[in-house]
């Protein structure tokens, strides 16, 4: 069965560091999404991405964030100079349609010192 | 935001009885909701969904009622199993939106053999 896959799956990183985060989506998903749940939180969402463009994001996706599909298959989440509360664990997702139930990766631990 | 609610943080059922996960929602514009099951260390898997224009939508052992006038859907597992013993998340969305989903903080449900 196809699956989302995310590496690493644990990323630690000094206070102002760039960190980039990779996910592989289900190969014939058009839609792409990145969440977040900071510990005992709920899970949050960050951007959606479509046809090479953001299609929607929060009020978390600052200018310190970015993704990007970099290739036919993978897509990734860049932080540029993490703080110590982007420590969370980042889930990325993909879905055939906007309105189709999305499939989860297992997600990576940012932990930010 | 707290647009999703799930007001029982924890429940526990006997193995073989009914499971009974509730959520609650503010926002009269979302147009369909999902449920997500979450073990540790895992991401979301999907469940089930619903669309605002139905009541009740049903796969197995899992069915979802909506209660529109209520702003308020429920997620039945009959039998209960121990396997299903996760962290079940109600979320929704809003056609247009570019798939983004609004999650409640989740329910840990354990069924006990």
């Known amino acids: 069965e196809p699956e989302v896959t995310q590496t690493p799956s644990h990323q630690v990183t000094q206070m102002g560091q760039e960190v980039i985060l990779r996910c592989v989506p289900i190969s014939n998903h058009l839609y792409f999404y990145w969440y977040r749940q900071i510990l005992g939180q709920k899970v949050e969402f960050l951007v959606s991405f479509y046809n090479n463009e953001i299609s929607e994001k929060s009020e978390i996706f600052d200018d310190q964030f970015s993704v990007e599909r970099p290739d036919g298959s993978n897509f990734t989440l860049k932080i540029r100079s993490t703080k110590l509360e982007d420590s969370a664990m980042y889930f990325c997702?993909?879905?055939?349609?906007?309105?189709?139930?999305?499939?989860f990766g297992p997600g990576t631990r940012l932990t930010v010192l | 935001d707290q647009q999703v609610k799930q007001n029982s943080p924890s429940l526990s059922v006997q193995e073989g009885r009914i499971s009974i996960l509730n959520c609650d929602y503010t926002n009269s514009m979302f147009d369909y909701f999902l449920w997500y099951k979450k073990y540790p260390a895992e991401g979301p898997t999907f469940l089930i969904s619903?669309?605002?224009?139905?009541d009740k939508n049903e796969d197995g052992r899992f069915t979802v009622f909506l209660n529109k006038s209520a702003k308020h859907l429920s997620l039945h597992i009959v039998p209960s199993q121990p396997g299903d013993s996760a962290v079940y998340f109600c979320a929704a969305g809003i056609y247009n939106q570019g798939g983004k989903l609004i999650f409640g903080q989740g329910t840990e449900l354990s069924v006990k053999p």
């Open positions: 997702a993909s879905s055939e349609w906007d309105r189709n139930e999305q499939f």
């Open positions: 619903i669309s605002s224009i139905k």
